[in-house]
């Protein structure tokens, strides 16, 4: 792939951006390309050092805000045809439904991811407390004269299994953030790409 077809690539992945922010970008790889060319690199060989165009779109959605991405798509799209008009009042009983729903489904996942994510922390709490009331249990029992290891048992078991079960909450809310963000920047993506 040579730079007028990379950069042809990647502003058709880009329509769903404001045209200035695309004239932007396309700047930016066209001097970076340029500026690989004179440090040595082949043409081809710039490109490849530059990345994926799937990566940087990825990356520009990232850095995008959504606001400036759905005033872009409501500026191109404002234009409608009678047509379309119609059809979209005549299909309003079939896709108006079927919106509601895909976007409830999603919605639902979504608290549901960060209701696990809380449910782990209240595990990891009551590992933490039974840990505490197992110690301080075994520790009045003592005073009464009475050795009974079962509580001293209980508190380590707890102890043990409450540091265990705290990486896996951070391990796990780790993942349930990462697939947020991941699925805030494939919307943002979408509606880039989509134009």
């Not at 950069?7 to 001097?31: A, M, Q, V």
């Not at 799209?77 to 009678?82: I, L, P, Q």
């Not at 075994?138 to 043990?160: D, E, Q």
């Amino acid at each position: 792939m040579n730079k007028n077809e990379f950069l042809n690539e990647l502003e058709l992945r880009l329509k769903g951006l404001p045209r200035e922010d695309i004239k932007e970008r396309l700047e930016f790889y066209s001097e970076m390309i340029s500026d690989r060319i004179e440090d040595g690199l082949s043409e081809e060989g710039a490109i490849k050092d530059i990345g994926d165009i799937d990566d940087i779109v990825t990356q520009i959605a990232e850095d995008t805000p959504l606001s400036k991405i759905l005033k872009e798509k409501t500026r191109n799209k404002s234009k409608m045809s009678a047509l379309n008009i119609v059809l979209l009042i005549l299909g309003f009983p079939l896709w108006f439904p079927l919106l509601i729903v895909i976007f409830s489904l999603i919605l639902v996942l979504y608290i549901v991811m960060w209701i696990l994510v809380l449910v782990s922390y209240v595990i990891e709490l009551s590992l933490v407390l039974s840990a505490i009331a197992g110690l301080i249990i075994f520790i009045a029992i003592l005073f009464t004269g009475i050795f009974n290891p079962g509580y001293l048992s209980i508190a380590l078991l707890g102890a043990g299994l409450s540091i265990f079960f705290f990486y896996g909450c951070i391990g796990f809310t780790k993942v349930v953030a990462k697939i947020s963000k991941g699925i805030f920047i494939g919307i943002k993506k979408m509606f880039i790409v989509r134009g």
